[in-house]
């Protein structure tokens, strides 16, 4: 049986006070990690912070707009001032901005490319430098999604912003590995965050008696063969095996964990 065990190990998870980001935190934690948080959401990530100490582990926090390098590298500053190093960096902050191609005004798109794409590139940058000062090794673990695998035709600049950071992630692996740094991504499908709320909300057409949870399961039983929606939790184990020793000669690949929805 394998088993993951992070003892030793500093992690960084970006967007890591709700979500997929609050998930991978606190799976990180059980496994052993020192996790600390970047997140601009200060009370989420402080709520996250208290439930992986009240577990017996260590975490903190830093308020961080990853669409900002300044906070960016203070995050990773303060990570290295409670822990003395970096070995694992997940970037999950993010965004989703609904909108056709030519609704969506530049202001709006740009700032959701700040956020989903740009916030991305500044994290992985700079953990590589520090990977790389630090003497090599690590693991850099980008949120993209199935969204990023395909063009689409109401969320146009999401799928962009994701389908960014699938290809900046094989960019990075090509200097990440060779420091025995590996940097992989993820692609969840539908999974039930708070992000979903605006895909929800714009499926109900306004109307406040539908059960949003079975609206959700209903639209994920058409996408995936699996049946149903994925758990945040499923995406954490996920990323804890490819933060882990056994993903070692796994270098630029992007994973669906989607049930199915994508077989790409």
Known sequence: ???????????????????????????????????????????????????????????????????KPDDIEALFTATIAAYDRIDIVVNSAGLFQAGGLLEVDPEQFKFH?????????????????VMIEQGGGGKILNVASVGGRVGELAS???????????????????????????????????????????????????????????LFQDMAKGRAPLGRGITTEEVAYAACFLCSEYSNAIVGQSLNVCGGWRMN
């Open 1 to 67: 049986m394998i088993k993951i065990d992070f003892s030793g190990k500093a992690a960084v998870v970006a967007g890591g006070g709700s979500g997929i980001g609050k998930a991978i935190a606190l799976e990180l934690a059980s496994c052993g990690a020192s996790v600390w948080i970047g997140d601009i959401n200060e009370h989420g990530a402080a709520a996250v912070c208290k439930e992986i100490r009240d577990k017996g582990g260590e975490a903190g926090f830093t308020k961080t707009d990853v669409s």
């Open 156 to 214: 146009p600049y999401y799928s962009l912003g994701k389908s960014g950071i699938i290809n900046y992630t094989q960019s990075a692996a090509f200097v990440g590995a060779p420091h025995g740094i590996n940097v992989n991504a993820l692609c969840p499908g539908s999974v039930r965050t708070p992000m979903w709320e605006v895909i929800l909300e714009d499926a109900a057409g306004g109307d406040k008696t539908v059960d949003k949870e079975e």
């Open 113 to 129: 490319l700040d956020v989903n794409l740009n916030g991305v590139i500044y994290s992985t940058r700079c953990a590589l430098e």
